[in-house]
C-alpha cells in the first residue's frame, strides 16, 4: 500500500483584487511505502500546497487523495495518528527547555516520558535537552521540530523544505537524521527546492513544476531521463572504432570533450568488449550521469 496517493488532485486559490492562482493542476502522485522519497520543483510549483492538501489542511477543489491507504479528509482520523508533519514552524516557548517543550506535547498527546527522551536521542539533542530553546540554533530547532513530529512514532514523516534557513552544518545534521530515519524504517517524504539536498538523501523522487509532477521514480532513473546512460570512449582511431559501434547498432556522436559519445549503454562490458574484439582498444569509458540539475532544467523547461 502506498503511503500516499493522489490522482487528479486541483487547487486554485481565491486571491482578493487579483486574479485566482492555480496551485495544483490535475495532480498525479504516489509516494511509496518505505524509503526516503524528495519532492522537488521550483518554488511556487505546488509543493507545499501538495503537503497541506495531504494532511487535509487545504481541501482540494478536485481529485481523490489517500494518506495511508484512508481517503483525505474522510479517513484522515484512522491515520493521522501515524503520521508526524513538519509544515510550517512549530509554535515552542522560547523560555522552556527544549526537553520541557516536548514533554508538554508529550502530555497533550498522551504520550509517557520516556518517549521524549527517545527522540531527543534520536535528533541528537540530549547533551543540550536542558538548555532554553531560545538559546537554540536554527538548526537545533529544526532538530527539535522533528523530535516533536517523531514523538508519537509516525509511519510516515513529512517534512516541508526541513534545510530552509540552515547553514550549512544545520542542513548536513537534518540530511543524515533523513537519512537515518529512512534507513530504519519509516517512510520519510521530504520537499526542497535545492537540488542536492534531494540527490543526497532521497531513494525516491517526485518533481513538480507549475502544479503537476513532471517525472518521478527512484533518483538514479529520473536523473538518467529514464533510460541508460551514455558513454564517452576514448580510442586512437574513433572513426573507424565509430563505425564498429554504429554497425553493432549504437547511435554514436563525436563527444564535445573530444572522443565519442555512445548513447544508451546498458551495459558498457558490451562496448569494451566490441571493441577489442576489432582491435581498437580503449583509453577511456566513462559513463555519463546526468546530474539532477540539468535533468531537472531540462525536465521543468520542458513543460513550462
Ligand atoms: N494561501 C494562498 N493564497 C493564494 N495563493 C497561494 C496560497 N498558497 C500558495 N499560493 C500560490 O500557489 C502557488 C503554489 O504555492 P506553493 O506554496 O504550494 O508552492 P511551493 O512549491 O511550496 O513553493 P515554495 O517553495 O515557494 O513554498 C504559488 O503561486 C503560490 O503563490
Redesign the pocket.
Known sequence: MPALEMHAVAKT?A?RGRPP?R?LDGLELVVGDGGVHGLL?P????????IRVALGLVRPDSGEVRLLGRPVPSGLPEVIGSVGALVETPLFFPGFTGRRNLRLLAETAGLPRTRVEEVLEVVELRDRAEDRFAGYSLGMKQRLAIAAALLKAPQLLVLD?PGNGLDPGGMRDVRELVRRLGQEGTTVLI?S?LLAEIQQVADSVSI?AR?RCIASGPVHEVLAGGGAPDVRVRVPDPAAAAAVLTAAGYQVAPAPEGGLLVHAVAAPAEVTRLLAGSGHWLEELTPMTADLESAFLALTAERA
Open positions: 486559490y486571491r492562482q496551485a520543483g518554488n511556487g510549483s505546488g509543493k507545499t500546497t501538495m523544505e520537499s527546492h513538480m502544479g
